[in-house]
């Protein structure tokens, strides 16, 4: 293929990129920018030779226009390839006289020269007039009838023996102010439609400039140097050159020196308004325009670099030697968009008449799909699904995991064992279990029926558990379907319905049985209470820390007297009133005594102490070992009758009845005490725990032997209700797991071959999506136009 016949190659390239709507192709053309009323329109009817372009004020050119200009001999057979159409009327008569002077090929000049519109193929325009009328309905049909624009190009191809190889396309002018019916926002659509095509790197951009003014105004050179700073593709044309004023010329902008640019600058003369008013000719035009620069004394030296004929000439060579140096990209462009297609092509799948044109094929590729989505919700929960792993959520048997130690850890640890039971709640527990008589020990009957309830309330976070996994499991069935596997079974949207409603109904089905197991293990821990566990704490273990905080309470009570009678006494020893000083020293005097009684070992007492001092001293020195000693008697059964004769003595010797610290010092106690079990120290400082239990005024109500049994029993509550916790969270999630997961894991593929491997369904299951088929259509249609555009750019490259 010659050189010259590069730029026809790329108008077939432009009819198949114009005609299946392909964008990806950057092909190289000549874009006309400029102002309105700059005389783009002109400057094209010049090139062309005819009237063909509508006129009027306002935007004319509201949609773009792509020109193919295609030169033609006198005896080309083209000429005498009379379009089928031609030889009709618009009401289907033929034409004998049209059809007689183009079956005789008529060397006239409207035999030689037509337009052809891409968008009415097969029908030749020899009036352009008629090419006019055609333009501004086709801009109307798409634009509408006001000032609006189009992006949606309209191609028009003239065949003359008087035109040169060319391929141009004519864009709406640029304005400023909206006028009539134009939009408000017509400057900024105008904007972004010339930008669209003068940003792509194969344009070549023609921006008109008119001459009479000044150069530093021209928005089509402003327009051109955002997208080419340097001025490698921008050819500058000045018009009006003969409306300048006079004296003044644009000899130094023809030559570069104001403003230059690679490709140079033109100058033109156009047809004024008053010569298309009186219909002047192109030709005339054209010869009055050759006569302008050979007699102007500024333009005379460069008369043969200026003019149309000369702009046709350059743009002609500078279009071929574009259109060489951007080809090899074109090529290696269309190799890629062509994998591309292919690749989506095989993405959409064979056409399924060729796979599916006995029962057998059918009856394998339903099997193969059906077998692909139970291995794809298996790897899934395994978290085998290498390609589809997600990074930003957790997903699969990663989330069921998370469910398990997490979210439902979470909430058994939040649970408070004594909920809801108060210290009254204890005590008539206690008493209703003794009956009519008073018990000699704390009954194991009210544990029991304080502890149950308790364990109850693990019941409705495994429930819920449950209930996480299986939304989970569901979650996966549909986010297969978005997968790799998904893509295939997205061409048959009704087997993949059917694979989704099987999977649900089997998750259903093993939801029931998960759930009431769950509730199973909950009510076997209600009903056997072991007390022989070995991690429980044990009546012995509870009471003897219960008495060890009674001590120790007592002592800090102590400890906080003496500093309250030290700070007496500092502060009675500044006073100067002598009589108020012996009155407060013996106050003072009394109170340090009776602190030193109760704190001080008989070693460190007095002689002359008096007796009910001393004891009081004797009294607080045995109190520790008898009183934990007698306790524990009277709750182990050692001699009970004797335990209830030393509380009634104990009491008449300290009538001030057992006081329980408040929930934080107990906590605090707590961590100080060295002798306490690990396992009952962190349950009482669980501050959830203790908060149920009650202000000071009610355990004031209690009696001493009441408050010692009641947190005896709510001791022991937390003890085996931290028991019960810590086995239910091991087995609840190990259930889910045997009756949901592995059991939906391992007969999900038998479940769909049963339900759905029938040969009467699968003309059913394997009728292909429309829009699936209209896609691999319209991507056939892609490749086959990116393969004919490859094979045309063959033959040059």
């Known amino acids: 293929m010659s050189f010259e016949d590069l730029i026809p190659v790329v108008n077939k390239l432009q009819d198949i990129v114009t005609t299946t709507q392909v964008a990806d192709i950057d092909l190289p053309l000549l874009a006309v920018v400029g102002s309105q009323s700059c005389g783009k329109s002109s400057v094209l009817e010049n090139i062309v030779g005819r009237d063909f372009l509508p006129r009027g004020t306002g935007i004319v050119t509201r949609r773009p226009l792509v020109l193919q200009l295609i030169n033609i ?3 080309d057979p083209i000429v005498h390839q009379v379009p089928q159409q031609d030889i009709t009327t618009s009401n289907g008569e033929i034409n004998l006289e049209d059809h007689l002077r183009k079956s ?7 035999a030689t020269e037509w337009g052809e519109f891409l968008h009415v193929p097969g029908k030749r325009f020899y009036s352009f007039n008629d090419i006019r009328g055609e333009i501004e309905r086709e801009t109307a049909r798409i634009a509408g009838q006001n000032k609006g624009i189009s992006r949606l190009p309209i191609n028009l191809k003239i065949y003359s023996t008087r035109v040169l190889n060319l391929t141009l396309i004519d864009l709406p002018g640029l304005t400023k102010i909206p006028v009539g019916d134009q939009p408000s926002d017509i400057e900024r659509q105008t904007r972004n439609l010339i930008m669209e095509y ?6 070549i951009i023609l921006a008109v400039s008119p001459a009479n003014v000044d150069l530093v105004n021209s928005e089509s050179l402003k327009l051109a140097r955002q997208v080419d700073p340097t001025g490698k593709r921008t050819v500058g044309i000045l018009t009006k050159l003969d409306l300048m004023d006079q004296g003044t010329n644009a000899v130094d902008i023809l030559k570069g020196n104001v403003y230059p640019l690679k490709l140079g600058f033109i100058g033109i003369v156009n047809r004024s308004q008053q010569d298309i008013a009186d219909n002047k000719s192109l030709d005339d035009s054209l010869f009055t325009e050759q006569q302008f620069f050979v007699n102007h ?12 004929k000369y702009l046709a000439s350059t743009l002609n060579k500078i279009l071929m030697n574009h259109i060489r140096e951007r080809l090899p990209d074109i090529k290696a462009k269309l190799n890629t968009l062509m994998g591309q297609a292919e690749q989506e ?18 009856g394998a590729m339903v099997l193969t799909l059906m077998t692909k989505f139970a291995n794809s919700f298996v790897h899934s929960i395994d978290g085998t699904q290498v390609s589809d792993f997600s990074t930003k959520e957790l997903c699969g048997g990663a989330r069921i995991y998370h469910i398990y130690n997490e979210v439902y850890g979470n909430q058994l640890a939040m649970i408070n064992p004594t909920h809801n039971l108060t210290i009254q709640d204890i005590r008539t527990a206690i008493r209703n279990s003794t009956g009519p008589r008073a018990s000699l020990f ?11 309830p308790q364990i109850k309330l693990l019941e409705e976070p495994s429930k819920r558990c449950v209930e996480l996994v299986y939304e989970e499991l569901m979650k996966i069935v549909h986010n297969v379907c978005s997968s790799s596997i998904g893509l295939e079974l997205n061409r048959y949207p009704k087997l993949q319905a059917k694979l989704i409603e099987v999977v649900s109904d089997l998750l259903r089905e093993r939801l029931g049985p998960t759930t009431k197991y769950v509730e199973s293990l909950i009510e076997i821990h209600r009903a056997y209470i072991n007390t022989n566990h070995p991690n429980f704490i044990g009546a012995a273990q509870a009471m003897n820390s219960v008495v060890e905080e009674r001590q120790k309470q007592k002592e800090l009570e102590s400890n906080n007297k003496l500093r309250l009678a030290s700070e007496r006494i500092l502060k009675s020893n500044s006073t100067k009133n002598q009589d108020e000083e012996s009155e407060e020293d013996k106050d003072e005097s009394e109170d340090i005594n009776s602190v030193d009684d109760v704190i001080k070992s008989p070693k460190h007492s007095q002689s002359h102490q008096r007796t009910s001092s001393s004891s009081t001293v004797q009294r607080s020195v045995t109190g520790v070992h008898e009183n934990q000693e007698s306790y524990l008697n009277y709750f182990f059964g050692k001699d009970p009758l004797v335990h209830q004769q030393q509380l009634q003595q104990q009491a008449q010797l300290n009538p001030t009845p057992f006081k329980f610290p408040h929930p934080h010092e107990q906590t605090l106690q707590f961590i100080g005490s ?3 079990d690990a396992s009952m120290s962190k349950l009482s400082m669980n501050e959830d725990d203790s908060t149920s239990f009650e202000t000071d005024d009610t355990i004031n109500e209690l009696s001493e032997r009441e408050q010692l049994e009641c947190e005896l029993i709510r001791r022991l509550i937390i003890s085996y209700f931290s028991i019960v916790r810590e086995m239910i969270q091991d087995q609840v999630p190990k259930s889910i797991m045997c009756l949901l997961v592995n059991y939906i894991k391992q007969h999900i593929q038998n479940r769909l071959v049963v339900k759905l491997y029938n040969e009467s369904m699968f003309d059913e299951l394997l009728q292909e999506d429309e829009s699936i088929q209209a896609e691999r259509e319209k991507c056939i249609e892609i490749l086959k136009t990116y393969r004919e555009a490859s094979n045309i750019i063959s033959d040059v490259v």
Do not use: H, Q, W
């Open 73 to 75: 001999k006198e005896d």
């Open 104 to 110: 005789k090929g008529g060397a006239s000049r409207t």
């Open 198 to 203: 003068i940003s792509k790197p194969n344009c």
């Open 297 to 308: 004394p500024a333009y005379r030296s460069m008369s043969n670099k200026c003019g149309t």
């Open 345 to 362: 092509l095989a993405s959409y799948g064979d056409i399924p008449s060729a796979l599916t044109s006995s029962g057998e094929a059918r």
């Open 442 to 452: 704390v009954p194991e009957l009210a544990f029991d029926l304080l502890v149950k």
């Open 674 to 676: 060295n002798n306490l």
